[in-house]
Each structure stands twice: as structure tokens, then as C-alpha cells.
């Protein structure tokens, strides 16, 4: 059913079907629904703030980041603005219990890595545990420097960790900021 249409496309349907100009249809438009955007779960590929990004835009833009909290906790001379502690697994597996590991928190942009030194003849694969990123509490919040302290015990991708030392500069910056 054509509701309406212009002289121009009246004129062609008068000289190519012989179909009269007839009078237009009104109707009431309504107004569009506006649908909610649903963004998908995180699925664990990338970082979180990159797969909203994309879910966001058409051209995937990367989330904007704290450019003066960066400017203020990053490396500045020998000062590395890294909280480096010491953990071990919280686990009952005879094989885990003796793995050690270093947490790194870092300043600049709160994110966190996870590697485990090399320990000869364990059978273990060393190195890179957990890649820097930003690590969700069980809660649902991101990790922030005060959550993590000697006798803290965090979760990070369904592995717990007990906090157990600190280098000097993670003592010295938890005392500081109290």
C-alpha cells in the first residue's frame, strides 16, 4: 500500500500505469522504542575496558586512561612505583604448596602481574603467571594498592595467593599511605 507520494513520482505513475494521484493516507507514526544497548559478558579475551570499547563503537577506540595519575606514579629516576610482593598458593595440593611467586602492583595504572621465579628440578614451568592487567575482586571492584599488604590473602583468576613479604619500597609506601 503507498500511503503518499510526490508530483514527480505522481506524474510517472499517471504517464507509465495510469494509476490517478489518489488522496494520501495519514497514519500516526509511533514514537521508536529506543532499545537498550546490551553489552555482553566479559569473556576473558583481552582487557575488560577494550571489549566494552568495542561493544561501544563501530571504530574500537582505546579506553581512556589516567594520564596524570600516570605521569605522577611512573618511573621517575630509580624510583620504579612498583609495589613487589612476595606470595605463596593457598592450597592443600602437596605440588602447589611449595610454589612461590612475585605480585607486582603497579602504581602508574593499577594494574597487577604475577610471575613465578624458577625453581630448579619442580617440574613447573617458570615465569609469567598472570599477565599486567587489571584484576577484579571476587566482589566485582578492581584490585587497589591498599587491598593488597603482608597477611593479605587476595584472588586472582581463581587462584588464591597469600601475601607473606614485601620488598622495602611496598613497606615504606604502605606506611606512608596509612
Given amino acids: 500500500t503507498i500511503c503518499d507520494m510526490d508530483e514527480f513520482t505522481a506524474h510517472h505513475y499517471q504517464s507509465k500505469f495510469g494509476v490517478a494521484k489518489s488522496t494520501p493516507i495519514h497514519y500516526k507514526q509511533t514514537e521508536a522504542a529506543k532499545i537498550e544497548r546490551e553489552i555482553p559478558p566479559y569473556n576473558g579475551w583481552g582487557s575488560e575496558e577494550d571489549s566494552r570499547a568495542n561493544c561501544l563503537k563501530l571504530i574500537a577506540q582505546a579506553p581512556k586512561r589516567d594520564f596524570i595519575k600516570f605521569m605522577k606514579k611512573d618511573r621517575q629516576g630509580l624510583d620504579s612505583h612498583v609495589l613487589r ?81 614485601a620488598d622495602e619500597y611496598a613497606l615504606s609506601y604502605a606506611e606512608k599511605h596509612q
Avoid at 91 to 96: A, V
Avoid at 133 to 162: L, T
Wanted: hydrophobic share 40%; no cysteine.
Fill in 85 to 165: 610482593f612476595f606470595a605463596r598458593l593457598d592450597t592443600n595440593r602437596p605440588i602447589d604448596m611449595d610454589r612461590t611467586f612475585i605480585i607486582s602492583f603497579f602504581l602508574s595504572d593499577d594494574t597487577i602481574s604475577v610471575f613465578e621465579p624458577e625453581k630448579r628440578n619442580s617440574g613447573i614451568v617458570h615465569g609469567k603467571f598472570i599477565e599486567r592487567s587489571k584484576i577484579k575482586k571476587p566482589s566485582g571492584e578492581y584490585y587497589q594498592a591498599e587491598d593488597i599488604y603482608v597477611g593479605a590473602v587476595v584472588n586472582f583468576r581463581s587462584h588464591q595467593f597469600v601475601i607473606v613479604d
